[in-house]
């Protein structure tokens, strides 16, 4: 996927994370809640374009990995917010779903890329004979 276009969707995911927020009811417990899912819906764009302006390959996968765990993370509280029965599947469905989705291009990436590198390193090894 483009990288513009890319950044421009994990813009659009964190503004449905907070918009999600607003909506859970304010009660003590679920604090936590908004808290985490608002941490995690945002950080998933803003590390993406940090890996975007990654200086080698190593770093570009290791940021990967962060968004990773951050696209992982928000599935797992949109999953609460719905089994805990804190908001409707109705509302937090698209979300969950848009989640896994950013989840999986992530994965997908962070396995290309590391192959790319892999085969890098083979390709100098062949040199360096």
Do not use: H
């Amino acid at each position: 996927m483009n990288p513009d276009l890319l950044k421009a969707r994990t813009k659009k995911f964190a503004i449905a994370c907070l918009a999600i927020c607003k909506r859970i009811p304010p009660v003590p417990e679920n604090n936590v809640l908004k808290i985490q899912l608002s941490k995690s819906g945002t950080s998933v764009g803003a590390n993406y374009r940090a890996a975007c302006r990654a200086r080698s390959q190593n770093e570009f996968i290791a940021k990967l990995s962060i968004v990773n765990e951050e696209a992982d993370e928000s599935c797992y509280w949109l999953e609460v917010i719905t089994e805990g029965e804190v908001l409707a599947v109705a509302e937090t469905f698209k979300l969950l779903k848009e989640a896994n989705e950013l989840n999986a291009i992530f994965t997908a990436s962070a396995k290309t890329a590391k192959m790319n590198r892999w085969l890098k390193q083979q390709g100098d090894k062949e040199i360096d004979s």
